[in-house]
């Protein structure tokens, strides 16, 4: 499965690098993550929980990144193992250019799965990854701009302190 896209973010580029490197930020992206850890040297380690179709599973894995351009581009490449549901892997090539203040992230993503996901037929499948990779971007982008003005007092507390960590 394959997929790109583009996201427009309010922030410079040293502040979206800083972001995508963050395991405290990294944790508060990925849908369904309960632990995070590590560092963009050494690789991150995750435990995810999620449901496709039918099947729940809580994956542990790791994310390792590598073809760093820095402040510019870097590879995110991660697998998962789920137990009985089978596993997940992927990578993601990302790109960051800054015009204005904004900074435009590009990611392409290839992921594959096996075991009892891959039974659930690529339709499922694409559409959940599809589905992940735009909660993830859409949340960084979210925790790297900050508060708006009619988000609630708690979700926006939370909010800036995650831009003060990234900052």
Known sequence: MQMSDTR???ADKATVWAALLNPDVLKECVPGASEVTGNSGDGFEAVVTQKVGPVKATFRGTVTVS???EGASLTLTGEGKGGAAGFA???ADVRLD???GVTTLSYD???KVGGKLAQLGSRIVDGFAKKM????FTRLEEVIEGPQEDDPE???EKKSWLKKLIS
């Open 8 to 10: 427009e973010i309010a």
């Open 154 to 156: 708690p979700e926006a």
């Open 109 to 111: 993503v290839e992921a």
């Open 133 to 136: 990779a735009d909660q993830f």
């Open 98 to 100: 800054e015009a204005d």
């Open 89 to 91: 892997k992927g990578a």
């Open 67 to 69: 073809n760093v351009v």
